[in-house]
């Protein structure tokens, strides 16, 4: 049942209020007990070390209502372990993966008036954050920390929905350091992006596809999303120390070597976009967002993908299947969904 006058079918992906958040706090070296809150303030120290010194790390993931109205959330187990590597990166107390998965449930259950309906296409997106609260100002990790999950029900993460963008490379910009945070889920990272990601937007791309921060010479990742590329029918993803290894790449990984793609994940020079049949985005939010064009806008190198301005074969293919087990219409053979 969904009793709300939410237009589920034009969400974008934004901040719509839901009912309720829960929170688990780690004080005296032990987590407490799952609190149950309607309000979507929460009262820190001014000198909380998430505030000053960045110690955050989040998570994103999303569940779906099947024709048959179940509520279906997606690799729960895969997002409790992430966020444990990146807290362990910030030298944060990891939220064990138990009680990551009973808040996961409870706040979703609690908010299940908010998981969009079958086929509107929209989702309701999960995300859980921990934060450093201890107060102090020297540099040093926190004693105490809050672990909160909050939901929003969300559409497409690209205005376009699953139709080609285009994309662009700058060298002039460096999102994460060679062996620095890339490969974890904090906020910084993201703070980083922003001059690049606001420069590309102005100029009309949806996202900037970063080079490694080391040569210049290897694709890492694009934008919140990785990338992947089909060349001569071989699915072809960057490896990288400077990437988040995102989730959505793992499934679709699965999904390409079940049906007889070969899939490589190894270094990717800029120039082998010469030779790509299809390229795209790929993550939580993103799904697998179609590429058209990557311009290089040092080079002035434009790397045409889609030749007729519409997803190719393989990504279409690749989308649906990942989109039918989510909401429940294919079978989930790889144990993805965990259901309410
Ligand atoms: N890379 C970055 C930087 C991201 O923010 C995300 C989004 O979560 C991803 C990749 C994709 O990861 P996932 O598929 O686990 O959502
Ligand atoms: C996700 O795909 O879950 C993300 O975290 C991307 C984003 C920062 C909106």
Not at 5 to 17: A, E, H, Q, R, T
Not at 243 to 271: C, F, W, Y
Request: hydrophobic letters at 35%; one cysteine or more; charged letters at 25%.
């Amino acid at each position: 049942m969904n009793n709300t006058d939410i237009d589920w079918s034009n969400l974008g992906f934004g901040y719509v209020p839901t009912d309720y958040n829960v929170r688990c706090h780690f004080r005296d070296g032990k987590w407490g007990e799952i609190e149950v809150s309607t309000s979507d303030k929460i009262d820190m120290h001014i000198a909380a070390t998430a505030l000053h010194y960045g110690q955050e790390v989040f998570e994103g993931l999303k569940a779906f209502r099947g024709k048959d109205d179940k509520i279906r959330i997606f690799r729960l187990e895969e997002n409790a372990k992430r966020i444990r590597s990146s807290a362990c990166g910030l030298m944060m107390e990891p939220v064990p993966v138990e009680l990551f998965k009973e808040m996961v449930l409870k706040v979703v259950e609690l908010n299940a008036r908010f998981v969009p309906p079958y086929g509107t296409g929209a989702s309701l997106y999960i995300r859980p954050i921990e934060l450093g609260m201890t107060a102090q100002i020297g540099v040093k990790p926190a004693s105490e920390y809050v672990f909160i999950i909050m939901v929003s029900p969300v559409g497409p993460y690209f205005k376009s929905g699953f139709k080609p963008t285009n994309i662009c490379i700058m060298r002039e910009f460096d999102r994460v350091a060679p062996q620095g945070t890339g490969r974890w889920k904090v906020g910084g990272n993201y703070a980083a992006s922003l001059s690049a990601g606001e420069k590309a937007h102005s100029l009309g791309y949806s996202a900037v596809l970063y080079l490694d921060p080391k040569e210049k010479r290897y694709l890492d990742e694009c934008g919140p999303a990785n990338f992947y590329a089909i060349k001569d029918g071989v699915y072809v993803t960057p490896a990288s120390d400077s990437i988040l290894p995102s989730i959505t790449n793992d499934s679709l990984m699965t999904i390409a070597r079940h049906n007889g793609i070969k899939v490589e994940q190894r270094h990717v020079t800029v120039d082998e976009l010469e030779h790509v049949d299809e390229a795209a985005a790929c993550g939580t939010a993103a799904v697998a967002s179609p590429v058209g064009e990557i311009d290089d806008l040092d080079t002035g190198k434009k790397y045409v993908i889609s030749k007729d301005g519409k997803p190719g074969p393989v990504t279409t293919m690749l989308y649906n299947t990942l989109r039918g087990i989510q909401n429940g219409d294919i079978e989930d053979i790889f144990g993805w969904n965990t259901i309410l």
